[in-house]
C-alpha cells in the first residue's frame, strides 16, 4: 500500500497518541493501523477504536462482522478493504465463505447471505430499500458500529492511498491469500477487553454518544471519531458545508463529473478547491486527484493535517447521513456491557 498525498507519521519515530496506537493495533489487529491517518493524532486515535470496539472485540462473532466489513466495502469499491477483509476471513479459518464474498457469490450460510445483503444495502438513503436487520438487537452497536466505521474508514483509503494491498496486487492470488491469513490467524482469535482503546482519547470530547450504541465503548468511540473530524469543518466555509450536506442528503447516489462542477459553481471561486475535496472524499473518493489537492494547497497554507482532517470532515457527513438511514430501520437494545 502507497500512501497518497500526505506524509504519515512512521512507525519507529512515531510518539504520543500516535505510537500508541500504533502500538495497540500492532497487538490487537496485527498491524499499525491507519497510517494515512497519523498526521492528525486525534482523528487517528478515534478511528481505530471506532474499528477496535465494534469490530474486534465484543459478543458478535468475528466472522459475522468482517463479512459486514466486506459488504460494505464492496458496496463502496474500496478494494484495499475488499482484500484486507477478505484475508481476516481467511484467517477465521471460513476459506469458502472468504473466496464467495471476494467473488460476489451469495454466501452458502443463509445467515452470512443476509448479513452480506444487509450490509451492502447501507449505502442507501432510503430506509425502504434496508432489509430488516439479520442480527439481535441485544448486538445492534457491534453491527451498526462496524457497518458505519467501514463507511468512513473506506473512504478515508480511496482517498489516501493506492488501494493496494500488496505490491502488484498480488493478494489477488489464491495462494496469498491463504498464506496471507496466516500472519493474522493468532490475532483474530484474540478475546479482547472491550473498551480498552478508549485511554487513547483522552482530551477528546466523547459526547454526546449515539442512542444506537447504548452505554457501550462503542458509542465513547463514535462520539470521538465525530468531534475529531468535525476539525475539518473549520476548513470549509459556511455555503461550501450547506452544499456538502445537501449532496450527501440526496436520495439517489451523486456522481462527480458534470453535476459536480455545476454545484461547485455556486460558490464563490475561492471556497471551491476545499469544497471539491470534501464532496469526492463523502460521494466519491476514488476521483479526488493529486491536481485536486494541489489545487486546494495552492490556495491555502494547510498541512497535511488540515488535509486530513478535510477530508475527514467530508466522510463522517456521508457516514452520518448512512447512520441515520440504519437507524431510522434498525431496533438496538442499549446495554451497559463492557
Known amino acids: 500500500m502507497s500512501i497518497r498525498h500526505i506524509a504519515p507519521v512512521p512507525r519507529k519515530s512515531a510518539t504520543g497518541r500516535?505510537?500508541?496506537?500504533?502500538?495497540?493495533?500492532?497487538?490487537?489487529?496485527?498491524?499499525?493501523?491507519f497510517m494515512m491517518l497519523s498526521p492528525a493524532p486525534e482523528l487517528h486515535a478515534a478511528a481505530w477504536a471506532v474499528l477496535r470496539e465494534s469490530e474486534l472485540a465484543g459478543l458478535a462473532p468475528r466472522t459475522d462482522k468482517e463479512v459486514v466489513a466486506v459488504a460494505v466495502s464492496q458496496a463502496n469499491r474500496c478494494r484495499f478493504c475488499i482484500d484486507a477483509h477478505t484475508i481476516l476471513i481467511h484467517?477465521?479459518?471460513?476459506?469458502?465463505?472468504a473466496e464467495d464474498l471476494l467473488d460476489g457469490r451469495v454466501p452458502a450460510d443463509p445467515h452470512h447471505a443476509a448479513l452480506t445483503t444487509w450490509a451492502k444495502a447501507t449505502r442507501t438513503l432510503d430506509p425502504a430499500h434496508?432489509?430488516?436487520?439479520?442480527?439481535?438487537?441485544?448486538?445492534?452497536?457491534?453491527?451498526?458500529?462496524?457497518?458505519?466505521?467501514?463507511?468512513?474508514?473506506?473512504?478515508?483509503?480511496?482517498?489516501?492511498?493506492?488501494?493496494q494491498l500488496l505490491p502488484g496486487n498480488l493478494q489477488r492470488a489464491r495462494p496469498v491469500r491463504r498464506v496471507g491469513a496466516m500472519a493474522?490467524?493468532?490475532?483474530?482469535?484474540?478475546?479482547?477487553?472491550?473498551?480498552?482503546?478508549l485511554p487513547l482519547l483522552a482530551g477528546i470530547p466523547m459526547e454526546p454518544r449515539p442512542a444506537w450504541a447504548g452505554d457501550t465503548p462503542i458509542?465513547?468511540?463514535?462520539a470521538a471519531l465525530r468531534s475529531a473530524a468535525a476539525a475539518g469543518a473549520t476548513l470549509l466555509s459556511e455555503p461550501s458545508r450547506n452544499l456538502l450536506r445537501a449532496t450527501v442528503a440526496e436520495p439517489t447516489p451523486f456522481s462527480p463529473g458534470t453535476r459536480l462542477t455545476q454545484r461547485l459553481t455556486q460558490l464563490p471561486e475561492a471556497d471551491?478547491?476545499?469544497?471539491?475535496?470534501?464532496?469526492?472524499?463523502?460521494?466519491?473518493?476514488?476521483?479526488?486527484?493529486?491536481?485536486?489537492?494541489?489545487?486546494?494547497r495552492t490556495t491555502t497554507s494547510a498541512t497535511d493535517t488540515d488535509l486530513v482532517r478535510l477530508l475527514a470532515f467530508g466522510a463522517i457527513t456521508a457516514m452520518e447521513r448512512i447512520e441515520e438511514t440504519i437507524t431510522s430501520r434498525t431496533p438496538t437494545a442499549p446495554t451497559d456491557r463492557v
Open 18 to 33: 500516535v505510537a500508541e496506537v500504533y502500538a495497540q493495533s500492532a497487538a490487537d489487529f496485527g498491524q499499525a493501523a
Open 91 to 97: 484467517a477465521l479459518g471460513e476459506h469458502q465463505l
Open 130 to 163: 434496508l432489509p430488516a436487520p439479520p442480527f439481535p438487537a441485544d448486538l445492534a452497536a457491534e453491527y451498526i458500529g462496524t457497518a458505519l466505521s467501514t463507511h468512513f474508514i473506506n473512504r478515508m483509503f480511496s482517498t489516501l492511498t493506492d488501494e
Open 184 to 197: 493474522y490467524t493468532r490475532t483474530v482469535h484474540q478475546e479482547l477487553t472491550r473498551g480498552d482503546s
Open 219 to 222: 458509542g465513547a468511540a463514535f
Open 272 to 296: 471551491r478547491p476545499a469544497a471539491k475535496l470534501a464532496l469526492l472524499a463523502a460521494v466519491s473518493p476514488h476521483d479526488i486527484t493529486e491536481a485536486d489537492v494541489t489545487a486546494w
